[in-house]
């Protein structure tokens, strides 16, 4: 009995591979292995896991990100912002891709959604990117990573799942998440103008017979469409910043926020509304179903006594810190490409927060390196979440090896941020100090 919660993960992956719902499959292994342990009083163990997750305000975030996310996209406001960052980055070499990832962090800071951003920008991108006959291998990469920004740029709702499963403050991990995501952008952003620089036939610069605006207009689309969303971005994370909002309070107001943005724009009507509140059900539900089971199952794994049984299993194998984060960190990368993130923040932090405390590493800064291989993992070859949502939007013209091909150079550049931030921890860490003092 001694190893029997061990046994759990190989099971669930077992299921999960079947094609079994990951909620489902969660509760399933969860209810199997708690009943050989502990019998019938399993049943109140789940009540309490029930009544925690219902009972966490910080939560109430989730819905309210997906709903101003939602409401961006269906009011036409994604859009307009789109306009407004492409007429001032066309005439840069890449100067369409790097406008892309300049609204890949708007509207990853907007919804924090993964998967939002990337269906978003994207169907608004390609269209223009494939007439100027950009390469469509750096299509595929600047969409697909760029996308991806939403679980590193906050308000991720990654993070605001992470934050209670780890024990540690969702502020802080916003906080220290923001030179890492920023960091990552610039890679992306320098990579493209470089490459396009070097190869133009590969990213032409908009060509002049083109219609410019002037300079007053080119201020005044930006101060009607860039302005006010930026503000409403700023208005969400500097609250919370500055602490004087939690982040389920800053999410209302960005909600509200999104409400008003499109009524200013006339945009708001009932059939905009309806379709947002919707897609916010969905989602919703679907994160916190997976939620309630992931905690019923990592409960079960700790009260077996997974965790103690981890823990000695690493002791003995006589590994050195570094050694054990980097093994942590590869299993994540691993796992990710046959699990959805959500079942990796649930399967796997619990059992690692322990030991990485235990062996003296900053629980917040681990928490950042996990997001950023979660979204390694997310781009990479075979299965490549971040290419079958591309796939979903994509025209044909633009093949599977395009695809492939695309995103390795964006992988190496996420792997590079890794290795900045396991070098110097500050990046993680010197920013919730100077604001919060943490």
């Keep these: 009995m001694e190893y029997l919660a061990l046994w ?32 019938d009083a399993v049943v ?14 910080v939560l109430a975030a989730v819905p309210l990100f997906v709903f101003m996310g939602t409401m961006l996209e269906k009011s036409g406001i994604a859009e307009r912002l789109f306009d407004a960052v492409h007429i001032w980055t066309r005439r840069l070499p890449g100067g369409l891709g790097v406008g892309t990832i300049f609204m ?6 907007s919804t924090g959604v993964i998967g939002a951003t990337e269906t978003v920008v994207g169907l608004l991108a390609i269209p223009v990117m494939m007439k100027h006959n950009y390469n469509k291998g750096l299509i595929s990469g600047t ?28 502020g802080n991990l916003f906080i220290g998440m923001i030179i890492p995501g920023l960091t990552m952008a610039t890679l992306y952003i320098v990579y493209i103008m470089g490459r396009c620089y070097l190869r133009p036939q590969d990213g032409s610069i908009v060509s002049d017979d ?30 919370i910043m500055m602490g004087l909002a939690s982040p389920t309070e800053a999410a209302a107001m960005g909600a509200f926020g999104a409400v008003i943005l499109a009524a200013i724009y006339r945009t708001l009507t009932w059939d905009t509304l309806r379709h947002a509140l919707l897609n916010t059900v ?13 905690s019923m199952f990592s409960g079960v794994f700790v009260g077996a006594g997974g965790t103690r049984t981890t823990t ?30 959500i079942s990796i923040l649930l399967i796997f932090l619990p059992v690692f927060i322990p030991v990485v405390t235990q062996l003296g590493f ?21 299965m490549a979440p971040a290419i079958f949502y591309l796939r979903g939007i994509a025209p044909p013209e633009i093949t599977m090896p395009d695809m492939f091909k695309g995103v390795v150079p964006f992988i190496i550049l996420q792997l590079l941020t890794l290795a900045l931030v396991m070098a110097f921890p500050q990046m993680v860490l010197w920013l919730p100090e100077k604001i919060l003092g943490f």
């Design 8 to 39: 759990m993960f190989p099971v669930l992956l077992v299921i999960l591979l079947t094609g079994f719902p990951i909620a489902f499959s969660l509760m399933g292994v969860a209810t199997i292995f708690g009943y050989i342990t502990f019998g």
């Design 44 to 57: 109140y163990q789940f009540i309490d896991k029930i009544d925690e997750v219902a009972g966490n305000f």
């Design 104 to 109: 890949c962090v708007i509207f990853a800071a």
């Design 143 to 170: 969409i697909c990573a760029g996308g991806s920004l939403g679980t590193i740029i906050p308000p991720s709702v990654v993070v605001i799942i992470m934050g209670p499963i780890a024990d540690v403050s969702v």
């Design 210 to 239: 083109e219609y410019l605006p002037t300079l007053n207009e080119r201020l005044w689309i930006t101060l009607t469409a860039f302005l006010p969303a930026a503000l409403m971005i700023f208005a969400v994370l500097g609250s």
């Design 282 to 294: 969905k989602v919703t539900s679907m994160i916190l179903m997976i939620l309630l089971a992931g």
């Design 312 to 341: 000695e299993l690493i002791a003995a194998s006589d590994l050195s810190p570094w050694a054990t984060l980097a093994v942590f960190l590869i299993i994540v990368f691993i796992a990710g490409f046959a699990l959805e993130w």
């Design 362 to 382: 900053d629980p917040v800064w681990f928490c950042i390196l996990f997001l950023i291989v979660i979204q390694t993992s997310y781009l990479s070859p075979p």
